[in-house]
């Protein structure tokens, strides 16, 4: 067999869990949900032979579908435990909300672009994830009326600490967001103390879209 016969999106997937394994993205349990997530169903068909390369890819709205290895960081960044209530802001392709629900007992996630939701609803309905929530709304403020959440993972940068949504979680709860202004940003992990305090710790530069409030003005 030729080494491009032997090329399918298996060994693709299978490449890639690998590497993101040398590149510290070491859970078991990250590293099996990125594997049971097709990667393809979110990425728009014009790079479908990309869909399992370790890279970042445009999808509609201006937006992207995150890298694999920035996904396994912030989820492993996360320590999700089975039973967690998981909020992300930014649901986007849906692809990091899939890997969520493969982790926890429910996943709440914001979007403020109607059509990328609508998009992504239709892929959780695919796969049969029914511990998916979705919401069209401004993630800048959260969703209140589900707070507090176990983990928090936000998929925009933010200008600054994201406080509103630090409200939103437990006291012994996590979030992981970029931070930043500039067209790179600093990945922030806040630890609670469980006395109303958050530990940062930084995990890496990244480049996210910008975290923008209200939802957007399209059909």
């Given at each position: 067999?030729?080494?491009?016969?032997?090329?399918?999106?298996?060994?693709?997937?299978?490449?890639?869990?690998?590497?993101?394994?040398?590149?510290?993205?070491?859970?078991?349990?990250?590293?099996?949900?990125?594997?049971?997530?097709?990667?393809?169903?979110?990425?728009?068909?014009?790079?479908?032979?990309?869909?399992?390369?370790?890279?970042?890819?445009?999808?509609?709205?201006?937006?992207?579908?995150?890298?694999?290895?920035?996904?396994?960081?912030?989820?492993?960044?996360?320590?999700?435990?089975?039973?967690?209530?998981?909020?992300?802001?930014?649901?986007?392709?849906?692809?990091?909300?899939?890997?969520?629900?493969?982790?926890?007992?429910?996943?709440?996630?914001?979007?403020?672009?109607?059509?990328?939701?609508r998009e992504a609803e239709a892929r959780f309905k695919k796969l049969l994830l029914p511990n998916v929530i979705t919401k069209f709304g401004d993630g800048a403020e959260g969703w209140k009326e589900q707070a507090p959440f176990d983990r928090v993972l936000v998929t925009a940068a933010a200008p600054g600490e994201p406080s509103a949504l630090l409200e939103q979680l437990k006291p012994t709860g996590i979030l992981v967001a970029p931070v930043g202004r500039g067209p790179v940003q600093t990945l922030i992990r806040y630890v609670g103390d469980g006395k109303g305090d958050f530990r940062e710790e930084v995990l890496c530069e990244v480049r996210f879209v910008p975290l923008l409030e209200g939802v957007a003005k399209e059909l």
């Open positions: 067999m030729s080494a491009e016969a032997a090329d399918t999106p298996e060994t693709r997937r299978a490449r890639l869990i690998l590497a993101l394994r040398s590149q510290g993205v070491s859970d078991p349990a990250v590293l099996g949900a990125l594997e049971q997530i097709p990667r393809e169903l979110f990425t728009p068909d014009l790079f479908q032979e990309r869909a399992w390369e370790d890279s970042a890819l445009p999808i509609a709205c201006g937006q992207t579908i995150s890298q694999p290895f920035i996904v396994g960081l912030m989820t492993q960044a996360l320590a999700i435990e089975p039973r967690a209530r998981v909020l992300e802001i930014g649901t986007g392709s849906g692809y990091q909300t899939a890997v969520l629900s493969k982790l926890s007992r429910l996943v709440y996630t914001i979007e403020r672009y109607r059509t990328l939701l």
